[in-house]
């Protein structure tokens, strides 16, 4: 069976300027790998895009490699999301100001991106607002946080219980520096 590269989110406190300034050399933690548990080694990396306050930057992403069983995995700093060019809050804003009922290109101009590509993320976190709020009212419970009980409209639930998790989580060692867009972007993979 032949595995998928996919990414392992790492929940990075650096400003995205600092990540930059790093360039190759930055340090990270040495991850175990998410399907046996080994030791993994860096393997290369790759140069990608991020935008973040109206600034785009080029930045180098780390790729993991297990031994054991040869998988390899981009290493994303939490700020990063598989596949957007902007950052988690960039994102986590634009969804947040259109669940409060603010227009989708009022949000977009806020952060500096194109209409489109904020009408894009709406779309997208509504389409998955069923699936994020389940998912993130359990992580919530589980790090012994508030109930969120299900309620329309879904996006409205998936953003109050990402709140309640996030919450929950800050009281942990390491999390509340992150902020809660970085800890959902870490927690959910990206």
């Keep these: 069976m032949v595995s998928l590269p996919v990414a392992i989110v790492w929940p990075c406190q650096l400003s995205v300027d600092a990540y930059v300034r790093s360039g190759r050399e930055i340090e ?15 393997w290369s990396g ?3 895009h991020v935008r973040a306050g109206g600034r785009c930057w080029r930045l180098f992403v780390r790729r993991v490699r297990c031994r054991a069983c040869g998988v390899s995995h981009a290493f994303l700093p939490a700020f990063l999301l598989g596949g957007r060019l902007d950052t988690v809050e960039s ?7 259109v669940a409060d009922g603010s227009g989708v290109r009022p949000a977009a101009r806020r952060v500096d991106v194109p209409y489109t590509t904020a009408r ?15 998912a993130f009212a359990a992580l919530a419970v589980e790090l012994g946080g508030s109930t969120v009980r299900p309620e329309r409209p879904m996006e409205g639930w998936a953003l109050a219980a990402m709140a309640a998790a996030w919450q929950a989580a800050a009281g942990l060692p390491g999390w509340a520096a992150l902020g809660p867009w970085r800890f959902v972007s870490a927690v959910s993979g990206g």
């Design 120 to 134: 894009g993320w709406w779309r997208r976190f509504r389409e998955r607002a069923d699936r994020l709020g389940a």
């Design 46 to 48: 790759y140069w990608r």
């Design 91 to 97: 994102v986590g804003s634009v969804i947040v100001e």
């Design 28 to 42: 990270l933690p040495r991850p175990e790998c998410p399907s046996c548990s080994a030791p993994m080694g860096w």
